[in-house]
């Protein structure tokens, strides 16, 4: 499964926007088949689509991300494998091109689990990873944007809007969960966070519990929206815990997290999930959330 973010989805009313953004979600899942067919374990196959998904500028997240206060790019990201919890996260990094490579490469090549700002690039740099100018991750779209909430002096979210109450928002992080034939459960999320946020802030992305959580015993979650919220309600975790603890599937799982989230804390945004027995559950409490889900010799879905 994976997501490419939630909200009203008010930019994507005409026919064209709308078939770019499934077409693309399209193209990523079976991507993510192929990786799986060719004996790619899920954990593979959520960064090969999470990393497809950050090289898309349409979603916020990689090329495309939204600017902090001072016009920069910063950009989350994290991976977990569901097979031993193992995880890797970065948080502040600038000039990454697919911060969910440089997660995954924290998991593997470091003893931590999680690397920010300077000190992630370094380590980039030290892993090999060559860095991307400035310019790859501007796009004319997110300029404006920034330029719309600096006017406005608001912390917006990635959408056009200049209400930040107003339903007309969109949440463009990016995630990618997976089940491969042999049961492993994986999941990845990366973003550029929130429009004209504070430098150094910190979203529920690259938190494990908050915006991703993989246990092979009971489901990969991925979830987008104002993570502020998602971090108060660890709402990854929570899900993973409904299965966990009362026996719930996805769906079941889905339903209590999403009424967990709107009564703690009203968080708007949503979440994708796989359980242990390759069940998929989508949940949003906003008005639409892009993703899609494909199954082994089925057709790929995608849907707002
Ligand atoms: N959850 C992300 C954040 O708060 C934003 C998003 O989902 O678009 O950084």
Sequence with gaps: MVHGGAGALDNVKDEKTAVRYLESIR??????????????SALEAAEACASLLEDDPVFNAGCGSVLNENGQVEMDAAIMDGRDLAAGAVAAV???????????????????????????????EHCGMDLAPDHYFFTPDRIEQYKEARLHHRIMLDHDSSDEDSEDQKYGTIGAIARDP???????????????????????????????????????????????????????????????????????????????????????????????????????????????????GGESVARF
């Design 182 to 296: 042999q049961g492993n459960l994986a999941a990845a999320t990366s973003t550029g966070g929130i429009v004209n946020k504070r430098m150094g802030r910190v979203g529920d992305s690259p938190i494990i519990g908050a915006g991703v959580y993989a246990d092979n015993e009971t489901c990969a979650v991925s979830a987008t929206g104002y993570g502020e919220e998602f971090m108060r309600s660890v709402i990854s975790k929570t899900i993973a815990d409904f299965i966990y603890m009362q026996e719930m599937d996805a769906v079941e799982a889905t339903r209590a997290g999403i009424e967990y989230l709107t009564r703690k804390v009203r968080g708007r945004g949503g979440v994708i999930v796989i359980d242990r027995e390759g069940r998929c559950s989508s949940g949003f409490t906003t008005r639409k959330m892009i993703h899609g889900w494909i199954e082994h």
């Design 27 to 40: 193209g990523v899942l079976e991507h993510g088949r192929q990786v799986m067919e060719l004996g790619g």
């Design 94 to 124: 600038q000039n990454i091109a697919n911060p969910v490579q440089l997660a995954r490469l924290v998991m593997t090549e470091s003893e931590h689990v999680m690397l920010i700002a300077e000190g992630a690039m370094r380590f980039a």
